[in-house]
């Protein structure tokens, strides 16, 4: 059967990331092939949609290769990513009897996966943790590289650590289950890598034939586009690992995004569909600055409204934008940066747009 490893390659802790249909049913297996030890207790974090869709498999394959695991669900919603749910995932650590030797494994979404990695991060001062991602978007992009995270009131993902996984487990077979609308906001993180870095992935995903398939869950089209996302996301990481400098290009259309999900309220527009935005904005800018072709820019346009995303930015007040921005994590001593393409597979850091370049697509 077809399936899939790549190794994030780290100057510490570097971990392999598995691609295979069916994966979901084998965790036990898996953990005994990385060296799990099978007397380390095991807190399985997940949310209660999720947990009954794979929590007994994934607690039936421990099970059976003689693993000793519990599962704990936090709330779902990016209202519960906060510390009140780190807090409950504590508690739970502390009732299970959670030790330094323990494992988490984080089965869901990206807000499963960001709370978890930073509850293991903390927990005990660090346990190891396992990530089981069953949203395209957690597939690509939130499961892999370490970024950790809960909200603050003041802002999305402000408190969190760097702290990679043990191992990440995919199975492009859980998205069957996953609302048509959350996979294609997952395919705008696709589409991200083709622009960024990939122009053959962004051809793959530009041909009528591979999009069918693609929207039809095809398991050799998925593993596919997984498999070319996590390796540019690999490549990335394993240069720059803390976003010192590179790993800032995988925020492409993110700044616009956020700046959208802040002002129209988490939940208006999931956050694939708010980067497919940014992307858009970003691309517009970089047509004015001359910085890419016309073409590139429709090209680009064309391909996420293809796969049933929005370009349209929605009405939100330029004063607004500019506050939302400058209180994001990527302003460095005070001057914004943005990701902006110079071609298809290619995009830059620039620190001098100014407010005239993009305050103008506001209200
Ligand atoms: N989601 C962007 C990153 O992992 O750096």
Redesign the pocket.
Known sequence: MNQKRILIPLNKNSYEVIIKGGIINSIGEELNRIGINKQRKILIVSNEEISNLFGEKVLNSLKKDNFSANIFNIKAGESHKNIESLNDIYNSAFKFGLDRNSLMIALGGGIVGDVTGFAAATWLRGIEYIQIPTTLLSMV??SV?G?TAVNHPKGKNLIGAFYQPKAVFIDPETLVTLPSREFKAGMAEVIKYGIIKDKVLFEYLEDDKNRDKILNLDNESLIQIINNSIQT?ACI?SEDER?NGI?AI??YGHSFGHVIENLCGYGEYLHGEAISIGMKIAGDIATEKSLWLKEDSVRQNNLIESYGLPTQTPKIKKNDVNTILMGDKKVRDGKMRFILPKKIGEVDIFNDIDESHFLKYFD
């Open positions: 992009d939130s590289g970024k996301k990481v976003e790993r995988l925020n």
